[in-house]
Nanobody, 121 residues
């Protein structure tokens, strides 16, 4: 079994910053792509950013220039630096990881429980 635990959410004023963290634990051989998604009330879950094991990143248009995704392969962790936050960034942020539990196994996708980010005007 694999668990993903997020932290770092909270309440921040418009223009402020937060840093989200997500650590994976359990049966892990290695982790391929890791990422962050978010879901606002009444809306579908949407991609924020992803990062491959080699460090290649991909961002949603809404995140470009404001958010930065990074990871620490040794710690099985992924981070999301949120800068210049806007009220429309308010959502539950979820991390995801494509985990190989054993060398002979393929990857399976896991999700964290989510962390709330609230941006006040």
């Amino acid at each position: 079994q694999v668990q993903l635990v997020e932290s770092g959410g909270g309440l921040v004023q418009s223009g402020g910053s937060l840093r989200l963290s997500c650590a994976a634990s359990g049966s892990i051989f290695n982790i391929n792509t890791m990422g962050w998604y978010r879901q606002a009330p009444g809306k579908e879950r949407e991609l924020v950013a992803t990062i491959t094991r080699d460090g290649n990143t991909n961002y949603a248009d809404s995140a470009k220039g404001r958010f930065t995704i990074s990871r620490d392969n040794a710690k099985n962790a992924v981070y999301l630096q949120l800068n210049s936050l806007k009220p429309e960034d308010t959502a539950v942020y979820y991390c995801t990881a494509d985990v190989r539990p054993f060398p002979w196994a393929g990857g399976s996708n896991y999700w964290g429980q989510g962390t709330q980010v609230t941006v006040s005007a």
